[in-house]
């Protein structure tokens, strides 16, 4: 069965930075977009950005340009989420989602499988 | 960006109700709308896609419908696994989401 599994809580200081893992099982790695969404203490969903998971092309939402970065490593089945230039702001929960388009890399897309979340905060 | 804005923000219904949920976006995304619904301490779970298609494994008392600017989820009769919080998402253009309808116990 596909599950995402992600890593685990983080504290950080204002003005750091945090690296975010979600390894994949139970498909085939490359064939979906992996996506990165974040909710804040009372806040809606917000999309952050995706990765190709196949030729590591990433796109990411206007707010977060300049600060944040998508990698992956296919040999691990894993991707990565790294935000830089760290607020209180940016004190959320975490999740990779997985596209539900195989070998869809367009510019609108939903999610059929998320990780368990990831709590961030950020505090001095 | 598109916006979606969800009404109500909170719904108190009974066990056997019929709840209907509303979620507008700010200009038309035809038909590409999903609903989620989300638990406490728990990732969204896909409920429907392309405004209607009812994700494999989700009970048929889920239903959505609607195309360009207006949609809506119904649950025919509410089960109590349902009392959970629903948010629309647009996929028209990347991703944004409603601000979530929190369904509680009357």
């Known amino acids: ?14 003005g750091a930075s945090v690296k975010v893992s979600c390894k994949a099982s139970g498909y085939t790695f490359t064939t979906n977009a992996i996506h990165w969404v974040r909710q804040a203490p009372g806040q809606r969903l917000e999309w952050m950005g995706w990765i ?14 300049g600060r944040i970065t998508i990698t992956r490593d296919t040999s691990a089945s894993t991707a990565f989420m790294e935000l830089s230039s760290l607020r209180s702001e940016d004190t959320a929960i975490y999740y990779c989602a997985r596209d539900s388009v ?12 998320w990780g368990q979340g990831t709590l961030v905060t950020v505090s001095s | 960006d598109i916006q979606m804005t969800q009404s109500p923000s909170t719904l108190s219904a009974s066990v056997g109700d019929r709840v209907t949920i509303t979620c507008r976006a700010s200009q038309s995304i035809s038909r590409w709308l999903a609903w989620y619904q989300q638990k406490p301490g728990k990732a969204p779970n896909l409920l429907i896609y392309k405004a209607s298609s009812l994700e ?21 009769s509410l089960q109590p696994d349902d009392f959970a919080t629903y948010y629309c998402q647009q996929y028209s253009s990347y ?12």
Request: proline share 3%; hydrophobic share 25%; no cysteine.
């Open chain 2, 95 to 106: 991703a944004t989401f409603g601000q979530g309808t929190k369904v509680e116990i009357k």
């Open chain 1, 52 to 65: 190709n998971a196949a030729n590591d092309n990433t796109k990411y939402s206007q707010k977060f340009q």
């Open chain 1, 1 to 14: 069965q596909v599950q995402l599994v992600q890593s685990g809580a983080e504290v950080k200081k204002p």
């Open chain 2, 56 to 76: 494999s494994g989700v009970p048929s008392r889920f239903s959505g419908s609607g195309s360009g600017t207006e949609f809506t989820l119904t649950i025919s």
């Open chain 1, 102 to 113: 195989a070998y869809y890399y367009g510019s609108g897309s939903f999610f059929d499988y």
